[in-house]
């Protein structure tokens, strides 16, 4: 029982193959065979989010999501953000507007604001109360996250041309 | 904190998952958003022997317009109800619903049949369906039948599906003209499971009195409930503060002994039944003038 199952998925615009036994959750595939140790492992059950990747655009707990469910889809973690050595609008926004401090939760607050900005280029207080509701950070008290999110907004429709980054 | 092992089989067709249900029958376990089961297994809550991912089986991820209703495929991410402009423009208080389930990164993955056929007390989906009287359509080893909300909900996390049988599609009815409806619910902070929480249609008539109210109270109790005696209190009635007040008290002392836990007393849950009851009926009947 329970043998191994091979997948293909894309991961920051790489393909990936891997063998997997199908307990693994997405979370342990991406840091334990991947090597991409950006997205962090927090309560392991779906609350805290720090574990928070895109999967297929869409924000999800890749701790409570299996690897063999990730199967022909398209990933991308905090590792995909910044590009040749510059800060993602919204990573910089974080800098900026002092919105992390020990840094543990950011990686899942950074995909989850991806996914909004995405979404929804000048959300609403409602529309990122609403976000970053699925994201616990116990450092910030969380006003400097959403001033990151507004300035990180204002960066991405300024620079829309050139992708926002720089 | 990881699951145990177990075996996987993702089925294209709905054939061959009721097949591998019937070959370890007891044994295995559907899965579809993961949001509760992958949270079970990994706790060891859950010990399945084999995982049956839906995920791959086509038709079950759709919102279709009927002329009285939508009807949601089971495999419909929650986050895509919610987003769907069909379902914000015809079923505002389906999509007011989904709004309350967990958050947005939850919504993302969990499904629409995934959170009926788990069947929480305290989930919304199912509460939803008891109000507007939601028709589930299963599959099994016979082929189909339609299973009405008011018989789905068996208890505590067990719904009338049988071991071999899956959950396909859900209609919710559309809510016909002078109605209007309510969706409340208090949690600790947002996006937990509600600590108590009331939903509600109320349709008036050309005078102002109540043809029909429908108050369902969730997280009280082992499954979402019908507080009748409220209902009956209102029926023909003009819907005014002070029966509002005793059809909220009616409703609080109608319900079971609710749960006590870490979260709330049974008597705090009791109480806020009550007052949700009542601010729901209300808000159901201003939206219905």
Redesign the interface.
């Known amino acids: ?3 191994t ?1 091979r997948i293909a998925l894309t991961v920051n615009d790489q393909p990936y193959e891997a063998e997997v ?3 693994l ?1 997405l979370v ?1 595939l991406l840091r334990g065979e991947l090597g991409l140790t950006g997205t962090h492992v927090g309560c ?3 609350v805290c ?1 720090a574990c ?1 990747v895109l ?1 297929n655009g ?4 890749s ?4 690897a ?2 990730a ?1 022909g889809g398209t990933i991308r973690t905090v590792e995909g953000l910044a590009r040749e050595g510059t800060l993602h609008p919204i990573q910089q926004a974080f800098l900026e507007e002092h919105g992390l401090q020990c840094g543990f939760c950011t990686p899942g607050f950074l995909m ?1 604001i991806t ?1 909004l900005l995405e979404r929804s280029p000048d959300p609403t207080d409602e529309e990122i ?3 970053l ?3 616990i950070c116990r450092c910030t008290g969380y006003q400097q996250i959403v001033a990151a999110v507004r300035s990180a907004a204002a960066k991405l429709r300024a620079g829309a041309g050139a992708g926002g980054y720089g | ?8 089989a ?1 089925p294209r067709t709905l054939g061959e998952a009721v097949s591998l249900l019937q070959q370890h029958e007891g044994e295995a376990k559907l ?1 579809s958003g ?2 509760s089961l ?2 079970l ?3 060891r809550l859950a010990r399945p ?1 084999i ?1 049956v ?1 839906l ?1 791959k089986v086509d038709g079950l991820d759709h919102v279709r317009e009927q002329d009285d209703g939508l009807a949601i495929g089971a495999m419909t991410r929650q ?1 895509t109800v919610e987003l769907s402009p069909v379902v914000k423009a015809r079923h505002p208080m389906l999509h007011a619903a989904m ?1 309350h389930i ?5 919504r ?2 969990g499904t629409v049949g995934g959170s009926l056929a788990h069947a929480d007390p305290a989930a919304e989906l199912p509460a939803l369906a008891l109000t507007l009287d939601a028709e589930m359509r299963a599959f099994g080893p016979s082929g189909e039948r339609t299973i009405g909300a008011a018989d789905f909900f068996v208890t505590y996390l067990t719904t009338a599906l049988e071991p071999t049988e899956i959950l396909v599609e859900t209609r919710f009815p559309t809510l016909p003209a002078r109605t209007g409806w309510s969706v409340m619910e208090v949690a600790r ?3 937990d499971f509600a600590l108590a929480g009331a939903m509600s249609t109320v349709t008036l008539d050309d005078q102002g009195r109540c043809a029909s109210a429908r108050l369902v109270l969730f997280g009280v109790g082992a499954t979402a409930v019908r507080a009748r005696k409220a209902e009956q209190l209102l029926a023909g009635e003009r819907p005014d503060a002070a029966l509002l007040e005793r059809a909220g008290r009616a409703a609080a002392e109608e319900i079971d002994e609710p749960l006590t836990d870490v979260h709330a007393s049974a008597e705090y849950r009791r109480d806020l039944a009550g007052v949700l009851g009542r601010r729901a009926l209300a808000e159901a009947a201003a939206r219905a003038a």
């Open positions: 029982m329970s043998s199952r036994e199908p307990r959750t342990d392991e059950h779906g989010g928070t999967w869409r924000a999800v707990r701790c409570i999501m299996l063999v469910q199967d989850s996914e109360k609403d976000t509701g699925g994201q | 904190m990881k699951p145990p092992r177990f075996d996987y993702a899965l993961g949001q992958v949270p297994l990994n706790m022997a995982l991912d995920a986050r709004l967990a958050h947005p990164q939850n993302n993955q902070r947002h996006g």
